[in-house]
């Protein structure tokens, strides 16, 4: 980690750090009297990834950042139901206590769902959304013409296979995914630590939930302005036209969304084009008020 990452996270300590319960690590940072940002990361991600935009908005917003349990070092908790919905409901318990409402949301993969789920579970909580490469369906993204239900059955089945596998093989194949998930090779090592350090069974889990959910239906109890952002590369077997025609069949119940494509990106939009991702933030806290 760089002294400029470890300075960026102990001023956000310092400002002010939050564990709403053993569950996760929400901390809570920026300026107390601003309006709120949320950042979600992805599966076995930390709250660092947001660590450059942490310190554009410190001044302005009050900022909170999640590490989701079982994550990047982050301690595991049981299975037993659904993990997504603990996601929100940590997510709900700290801006509650706080008072915070209309707050600007922005999830990365897993994260992305999380801020769905969250807006229309807690409508009150949130403002805005930025959604970065994910969509409310991930197994039909995957699985094209698959039902729901079939798509189910095949998360179950290879979740079952990544929890079973021994822990040298698992980090090997996930060394060996993480390469498709960011062009920029020097961000490979912090990706493969993050996930060295992250629960087997917890990954496995949260996998299968993400690739299993259908949240399509429940857009429509979203009304909250909503930019969506897709990476596309070279190495993609679509163009960028199909990329957005595909997220746009995903998102159609979400009356108020503008669905952007990436260019020269992958998985990780924030570090492979990070001036993309900027734009995109300052766009969505441009529109309406939070408090």
């Known amino acids: 980690m760089s002294c400029l ?16 319960s053993a569950r996760a690590d929400v901390v809570r940072g920026g300026n107390a009297e601003g309006p709120a940002i949320v950042f979600l990361p992805g599966l076995a991600s930390h709250g660092e990834l947001w660590t450059p935009w942490l310190n554009e908005y410190q001044s302005s917003h009050r900022t909170y950042v999640l590490t989701a349990p079982g994550f990047a070092g982050q301690p595991a908790i049981p299975e037993a139901g659904s993990y997504l919905a603990k996601l929100v409901a940590e997510v709900e318990t700290a801006l509650r206590a706080d008072g915070v409402n209309g707050a600007t949301i922005v999830g990365h993969s897993l994260g992305g769902l999380v801020a769905l789920m969250l807006s229309a579970d807690a409508p009150d909580l949130v403002g805005k959304l930025l959604i970065v490469d994910s969509v409310p369906f991930l197994g039909g993204l995957f699985m094209p013409g698959l039902a729901p239900e079939m798509v189910a059955l095949q998360a179950g089945q290879m979740a079952q296979q990544m929890q079973n596998m ?6 090997a194949q996930q060394r060996m995914g993480l390469r498709r998930l960011a062009l920029k ?19 496995a ?5 993400t690739l299993s959910t259908d949240y ?9 302005p909503a930019i969506i952002l897709a ?18 069949d995903q998102y159609g119940a979400l009356s108020n969304a503008e669905i952007r494509t990436v260019p020269d990106s992958a998985h990780f939009i924030m570090i492979d084009q990070p001036a993309a991702f900027s734009d995109a933030l300052a766009d969505t806290l441009k529109e309406g008020t939070n408090q």
Do not use: C
């Open 205 to 209: 889990a949260a996998f299968k939930e």
């Open 216 to 224: 399509r239906t429940q857009l429509a109890d979203i009304s909250v």
């Open 5 to 20: 990452v470890k300075r960026s996270l102990l001023l956000l300590f310092l400002i002010g750090s939050l564990a709403w």
């Open 185 to 203: 090779t020097e961000f490979l090592p912090t990706l493969e630590a993050w996930s060295a350090a992250s629960d087997q069974a917890t990954i």
């Open 231 to 248: 990476a596309h590369n070279a190495m993609m077997p679509f163009g960028q036209e199909q990329l957005a025609a595909t997220y746009r």
């Open 166 to 171: 021994p822990r040298d093989a698992f980090d």
